[in-house]
């Protein structure tokens, strides 16, 4: 039972996401629009949801102790990460979204804080550079 109510949710989720990245409108110039991406993630996520209410596990296993809090923590923490963006800017708050990403995967204090270096640099340079999309770098109270 817990598979389809899972695969209800994420089927309403994906047609929402459908629905809403469709209305994006494509500036001059883009082939594809900024609706490409999610319409595209939204079509394997329904069918995958559809799989879970077609064909449940018969004895589905529910996580428990650690595992579990573990899973609370990365959404709980994924949560502030999108609320925190902003206010924290793209550097700060990536760079402590990954270094406690990687502590709540058991790595260490020193390998969770060189992750969050590198791949928050790494991403800013990629998404403001490369790709042109404008973050905000430091917090707004330094800009």
């Known amino acids: 039972m817990s598979d389809r109510i899972a695969g209800i949710v994420m089927l309403i989720v994906s047609i929402a996401f ?36 077609l064909r449940p596990d018969p004895d589905p296993a529910w996580v428990t102790g ?21 206010p924290l800017g793209f550097l700060l708050s990536t760079f402590i979204a990954v270094t406690l990403l990687g502590r709540i995967l058991l790595s260490g204090w020193a390998k969770s804080a060189l992750s969050g270096a590198v791949m928050s640099l790494i991403l800013f340079v990629t998404f403001d550079t490369l790709l042109g999309l404008p973050l905000r770098a430091l917090p707004k109270a330094l800009s």
């Open 18 to 53: 459908g629905i809403t990245a469709s209305s994006y409108e494509a500036s001059f110039g883009d082939p594809l629009g900024p609706a490409a991406l999610p319409v595209m993630l939204s079509i394997p996520a329904g069918l995958l949801s559809l799989a879970l209410i």
């Open 66 to 86: 650690a595992p579990l809090i573990r899973q609370i923590a990365t959404v709980a923490l994924l949560v502030a990460y999108a609320l925190l963006l902003e």
